[in-house]
C-alpha cells in the first residue's frame, strides 16, 4: 500500500453480528444501508484517500465493495461482542504493513452515525495536522445539568444558587462518530485516543443508533430532508 505522507485511510469496521439491532449495519435510513452511509461520507471527504470496510459478513462485504470499498476480511475472534474496534483497525493495519508504507493518518467512522457528513471528517482530520496532536475526534456540546446517581451534581453545585443554564461551564458528548488518529502513534498505543488529543466540535452530528428506537428516529430525521 504505497501512499504519500499526506494520505489518509478510512476504516469502517461493520461486523455482522448485533444483539441490540441484529443485521444493525445493513438497515437503511433514508434507503441507504448505514454502511454504505459511512462509505459515502468518507468518499466525500477532500483528504481521506481510500476508503476501507473491516467485516466478517458476506453481505456487508457485498453491500461495501458495490458502494466502491475495499474490504478486509477480519477473522470470527475478532468479530464477537467482546472484540474491541481497534483489534479490528489494528488487524487491517497489520495486512497493509505488508504491502508497503501505511498512510500518515487514519480516521476510524462508525456507521451508527448515520449522518456524518465529509466536512465533519475533514474538519476532525485537520485537528490532527499540528505535531503536537496524535488523535482528535467529534464532540456535540451539552448544555444540561448532569448528576449522578447518588444525587450529586457532576457540572454544577446543587447547595450553591442555582445557575442558568447558559452560565453552566461548557460540555461536551462524544459523539463516536468520527475518530482520526496518526497511524504510527495509534498502532504503539492500540487505542484511538492517543495522547496528546483533541476533541473536536459538530454542531449537528444527529443522534447515534444504539437501540431500535434510535434506528426508527434517524428514518424519520431523513425523511424530512437530505440524508
Known amino acids: 500500500m504505497h501512499q504519500s505522507d499526506d494520505s489518509v485511510l478510512a476504516l469502517i469496521p461493520a461486523r455482522g453480528g448485533s444483539k441490540g439491532i441484529p443485521g444493525k449495519n445493513l438497515k437503511e435510513v433514508g434507503g441507504t444501508p448505514l454502511v454504505a452511509r459511512s462509505i459515502l461520507a468518507a468518499q466525500a471527504s477532500a483528504l481521506v484517500t481510500r476508503v476501507v470496510v473491516s467485516t466478517d459478513d458476506d453481505a456487508i462485504a457485498s453491500v461495501s465493495l458495490e458502494y466502491g470499498a475495499d474490504v478486509v476480511r477480519r477473522p470470527a475472534a475478532l468479530a464477537d461482542d467482546t472484540a474491541s474496534s481497534e483489534s479490528a ?129 434517524c428514518r424519520n430525521l431523513a425523511g424530512m430532508g437530505p440524508g
Open 89 to 217: 483497525l489494528l488487524h487491517a493495519l497489520d495486512l497493509f504493513a505488508d504491502e508497503g508504507p501505511l498512510p500518515a493518518s487514519i480516521v476510524f467512522l462508525q456507521c451508527t452515525s448515520p449522518f456524518t457528513t465529509g466536512e465533519q471528517i475533514d474538519r476532525v482530520l485537520t485537528a490532527l495536522q499540528p505535531e503536537s496532536v496524535n488523535s482528535a475526534f467529534a464532540v456535540a456540546p451539552w448544555h444540561g445539568f448532569l448528576w449522578r446517581e447518588d444525587g450529586r451534581g457532576i457540572n454544577h453545585d446543587p447547595q450553591q444558587a442555582r445557575q442558568r443554564r447558559q452560565d453552566l461551564e461548557p460540555s461536551f458528548l462524544e459523539t463516536g462518530a468520527i475518530y482520526a488518529m496518526k497511524t504510527a502513534e495509534f498502532r504503539r498505543s492500540g487505542t484511538r485516543f492517543c495522547a496528546p488529543w483533541r476533541p473536536v466540535v459538530i454542531e449537528d452530528s444527529g443522534p447515534e443508533i444504539d437501540t431500535i428506537d434510535d434506528l426508527v428516529l
